[in-house]
């Protein structure tokens, strides 16, 4: 098991940017593939991008591909997402995640999650 706190978020107006970090602590940070996901009150918890353990691959949601990146630091043992040109639709609490082996894009395949910060974009 491994042990997450986000960090980062917060208000910002439509167009601006956020960047969120998550640490981890427990156990061999580099074996775990790390996502963000966020859910908006009434919707469903969705994916926004992935990354695996080393770092090689990344992955986004078609919704954020091109304004937001994952990265992660595996000597410091945090991942982030910086997130750019920011819309309202991007508000919701973000949490991030961790599972052994590779990516998912399924929240249910994630045994391991952050409490979750919240972004709001206003308009």
């Known amino acids: 098991q491994v042990q997450l706190v986000e960090s980062g978020g917060g208000l910002v107006q439509a167009g601006g940017s956020l960047r969120l970090s998550c640490a981890a602590s427990?156990?061999?940070?580099?074996?775990?593939?790390m996502g963000w996901f966020r859910q908006a009150p009434g919707k469903e918890r969705e994916f926004v991008a992935g990354?695996?353990?080393?770092?090689?691959?990344?992955y986004y949601a078609d919704s954020v591909k091109g304004r937001f990146t994952i990265s992660r630091d595996n000597t410091k043992n945090t991942v982030s997402l910086q997130m750019n040109s920011l819309k309202p639709e991007d508000t919701a609490v973000y949490y991030c995640?961790?599972?052994?082996?590779?990516?998912?894009?399924?929240?249910?395949?994630?045994?391991?999650w952050g409490q979750g910060t919240q972004v709001t974009v206003s308009s």
């Open positions: 427990g156990r061999t940070f580099s074996e775990y593939a």
């Open positions: 995640a961790a599972r052994r082996y590779g990516v998912s894009r399924d929240y249910v395949m994630y045994p391991d």
């Open positions: 990354i695996s353990r080393a770092g090689g691959s990344t």
